[in-house]
T-cell receptor, first 114, second 109 residues
Framework: SQTIHQWPATLVQPVGSPLSLECTVE??????LYWYRQAAGRGLQLLFY??????ISSEVPQNLSASRPQDRQFILSSKKLLLSDSGFYLC?????????????FGPGTRLTVL | GQNIDQPTEMTATEGAIVQINCTYQ??????LFWYQQHAGEAPTFLSY??LDGLEEKGRFSSFLSRSKGYSYLLLKELQMKDSASYLC??????????WGAGTKLIIKP
């Protein structure tokens, strides 16, 4: 069966510090991968998606970046965090075969920038 | 443009029935999802509709009308554990998911 991992679960970082959040998927090959951010009480905002190694599409301009160094690894990074980067970050995957179109979510990382 | 509308918050009584509506305007349509999200947790899949009509799954049902750009999630025999946010999401022509802001459902005894 497929599983998706994210770490860390929670993170408190000062403004201006760097960020690296990691997501890995097990039990599937060549998944589509997504990074979302959810502000408190708000919906999901798509940040990045990837259809393959080294292929990253950005949905919103910001100080964040994403990389996919391996098929089942997706990393979200920042060189200098802003207060507005605080939120709940969710990684998700779905199958490129589009058999169900359902996206499966990792447990999330709660980031607080102070 | 893309737009998905859901009520921000609803309140219902334990044991009752509640209907959460979702209207959408998107670039094409390849299906609609309902997800449940408990506070501080990741969303979990509830239902998927791609054809018009009602899909029933236990206490939860989801309805879709593509011509009206409308869906609803029906929750029966409400339990306290159903207190959560319910997210409506539409798959566009390019297979991107567009998410509503979610409806916070409060269940009272």
């Amino acid at each position: 069966s497929q599983t998706i991992h994210q770490w860390p679960a929670t993170l408190v970082q000062p403004v201006g510090s760097p960020l690296s959040l990691e997501c890995t998927v097990e039990g599937t090959s060549n998944p589509n991968l997504y990074w979302y951010r959810q502000a408190a009480g708000r919906g999901l905002q798509l940040l990045f998606y990837s259809v393959g190694i080294g292929q990253i599409s950005s949905e919103v301009p910001q100080n964040l970046s994403a990389s996919r160094p391996q098929d089942r690894q997706f990393i979200l990074s920042s060189k200098k965090l802003l207060l507005s980067d605080s939120g709940f970050y969710l990684c998700a995957w779905d199958s490129p075969l589009r058999t169900t179109n359902e996206q499966f979510f990792g447990p999330g990382t709660r980031l607080t920038v102070l | 443009g893309q737009n998905i509308d859901q009520p921000t918050e609803m309140t219902a009584t334990e044991g009752a029935i509640v209907q959460i509506n979702c209207t959408y305007q998107t670039s094409g349509f390849n299906g609609l999802f309902w997800y449940q999200q408990h506070a501080g947790e990741a969303p979990t899949f509830l239902s998927y509709n791609v054809l018009d009509g009602l899909e029933e799954k236990g206490r939860f049902s989801s309805f879709l009308s593509r011509s009206k750009g409308y869906s609803y999630l029906l929750l029966k025999e409400l339990q306290m554990k159903d207190s959560a946010s319910y997210l409506c999401a539409v798959i566009e022509s390019n297979y991107q998911l567009i998410w509503g802001a979610g409806t916070k459902l409060i269940i009272k005894p």
